[in-house]
């Protein structure tokens, strides 16, 4: 023992860390004692969610909630794991995942063309700002009942809710963004001689692009949530109808299991985003610059 | 005699009720190069973004090559008293701005860069710059088209003194090799009498014009010459009002401060 340990201090001179704990020196490399600090900083985001699954285990194990009730983490884990196999999962997770991405495409794509259109003339927001404030005031639900009378219940109402969802977020904050771009930049764009979509695309869109990317995730997350008040109420597919799926049947595993799915899917596809967020916006001179 | 490059004549120009500029005139002809000096708030900066293009509220006449100012003119260049690069630009695409897409790909990109001591840097951020770095960039963005009439507003006031001078010297070697005219802000004096062939010295409240100092010297010139500092002097007489004793505060000092009270230094008659 002590032979090694001279050998670790011979190789990790002075400068590198070292935890001494009781006499036992030990001296890591600094580069896994970096990547242990970090995932240390990792782990233990996993620490509370483990400890309740062990205690939520526990509490139905010792009977003292029913198990028809709170199905216990192992039997959602089975019910997922069937679900998986049969295919259904996968049925469920593609359709509202493809109805979540092209409403929210359908509606963030309008909310970036308004928002050009309100942020940049003064004519367009007279027109158009005081009518989507009040169109935003209304409860998302209260245009279900709207939207089935008009579009009858296949996809076209479910789109159009989730459409809704996603085009408010985006709208503000884009056009917030571009109401803060710095007038010293935009005279700038005017002496090199940019007007018009030019001084759009090279001076107003990327000074807005942090807000947008703000916006966008906002509207994403939003998309969801439609998208569940949309299948709960009229679908024979999707995790919002595997949800009335599961209440129907009395089944609080598939409920339980549907509302796992929808928080990775919403979790993994607001990683995407902030992936892209943090590629496009290096630039950005913030607090909070990760790589510092 | 060479053509007059601008011909300003601003009567008047004020924000809301608070008049900035109260009757500026002079002319510049081609190739010269010509130093505004005057206390903070005269009116410099308001007199390049009218000549710019950037300011129309205004009375007066301003001809650049016979022709009203315009944003963007191919004949003139801006430089502004801060460097406002486009932050999501790297110092490259920054100063090949004005030539658009792929414009830090451009070979007059990586001289400028040489030459304003940046050749390290083409693909640093705006954030990693310090402010001397971001203001040589921004210097280099102006000189990248080679305008007839390049405006400077204190262009070099963020600098280091060593950099500066060759800021100056580049400035003047570029100039002369593309005739450009030069319309330069300063508060240095040694800076304004090095570099120009005049010198115009304005006063605030309103901002007008009190005199001018011409430098009869020729280039490259020696910047320790004796007569340098003489009509650097001239220039600091004008700056005061006329009178020499610019340094005396005695009276001033006795007058506006009770013993034991901070300087009030708002009164003195000096600023810049
Ligand atoms: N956008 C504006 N709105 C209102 N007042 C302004 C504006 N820009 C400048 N002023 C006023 O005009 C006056 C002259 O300003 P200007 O920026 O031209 O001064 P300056 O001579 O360049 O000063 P400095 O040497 O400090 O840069 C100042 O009193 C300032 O308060
Ligand atoms: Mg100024």
């Keep these: ?292 | 005699m060479t053509d007059v490059l601008l011909d300003l004549s601003v009567d008047e120009k004020s924000f809301l009720s608070h008049r900035v500029i109260d009757a500026i005139r002079f002319a510049v002809p081609g190739g010269e190069i010509v130093s505004l000096v005057g206390p903070s708030g005269c009116g410099k900066s308001t007199l390049l973004r009218i000549v710019a293009g950037l300011d129309t509220q205004y009375c007066g006449t301003v001809r650049i090559k016979g022709a009203p100012p315009q944003v963007h003119s191919p004949d003139v260049g801006l430089i502004f008293q801060e460097p406002r690069l486009m932050p999501w630009l790297t110092v490259a695409e920054n100063i090949g701005f004005e030539l658009g897409r792929l414009g830090d790909r451009h070979p007059r990109v990586k001289e400028l860069l040489a030459e304003v001591g940046l050749a390290g840097f083409p693909d640093a951020y705006p954030k990693q710059l310090s402010g001397g770095m971001a203001q040589r960039t921004a210097i280099a963005r102006g000189l990248l088209s080679r305008p007839a009439l390049l405006l400077l507003d204190e262009p070099f006031s963020a600098v280091d003194a060593f950099t500066r001078m060759r800021l100056q010297d580049l400035i003047l070697a570029l100039a002369a090799r593309h005739g450009t005219t030069l319309l330069l802000v300063t508060h240095d004096i040694a800076e304004a009498v090095y570099v120009s062939d005049r010198v115009i010295v304005m006063a605030s409240e309103p901002g007008r014009v009190t005199g001018e100092v011409r430098i009869d010297l020729a280039r490259p010139r020696e910047r320790r010459h004796p007569q340098l500092a003489a009509w650097g002097a001239q220039v600091l007489t004008l700056l005061n009002g006329g009178t020499i004793d610019y340094l005396d505060l005695t009276d001033e000092l006795a007058a506006q401060t009770p013993p034991g009270y901070p300087i009030a230094t708002e009164h003195l008659a000096f600023a810049l």
């Design chain 1, 1 to 292: 023992m002590g032979h090694a340990e001279e050998q670790t201090i011979e190789r990790f001179p002075a400068e590198t860390t070292r935890v001494s704990r009781g006499g036992w020196t030990w001296g890591p490399h600094p580069g896994l004692a970096r990547w242990l600090a970090r995932w240390g900083g990792r782990r233990r985001a996993f620490v509370v969610p483990l400890g309740l699954l062990l205690v939520w285990e526990g509490v139905v194990a010792a009977g003292w909630v029913s198990a028809y009730l709170l199905p216990p983490p192992s039997e959602i884990g089975r019910t997922l794991l069937e679900l998986a196999a049969s295919g259904r999962l996968f049925e469920h997770v593609g359709v509202s995942t493809l109805r979540v991405l092209v409403g929210f495409s359908i509606g963030a794509s309008l909310a970036l063309i308004v928002g050009a259109l309100v942020g940049l003339s003064r004519r367009a927001e007279d027109y158009l700002d005081p009518t989507l404030q009040a169109l935003r005031a209304i409860p998302s639900l209260a245009w279900v009942p709207l939207l089935l009378l008009w579009l009858g219940i296949d996809e076209a109402p479910k789109i159009t809710l989730i459409a809704i969802g996603a085009f408010f977020p985006v709208y503000l904050n884009f056009v917030a963004g571009i109401a803060n771009v710095d007038r010293k930049l935009v005279e700038v764009g005017a002496i090199f001689g940019l007007t018009g979509f030019e001084l759009i695309r090279r001076i107003f869109l990327p000074a807005a692009l942090p807000n947008l990317f703000t916006g966008l995730r906002g509207g994403l997350s939003l998309a969801w949530m439609f998208l569940v008040a949309a299948e709960l109420i009229a679908a024979t597919r999707g995790l919002g109808y595997l949800l009335t799926d599961g209440r129907e049947l009395g089944r609080a595993d598939l409920v339980i299991s549907a509302i796992i799915v929808l928080a990775l899917l919403g979790k993994l596809s607001d990683g995407v985003l902030q992936w892209l967020e943090r590629h496009s916006l290096v630039w950005r001179d913030g607090y909070d610059s990760r790589r510092a």
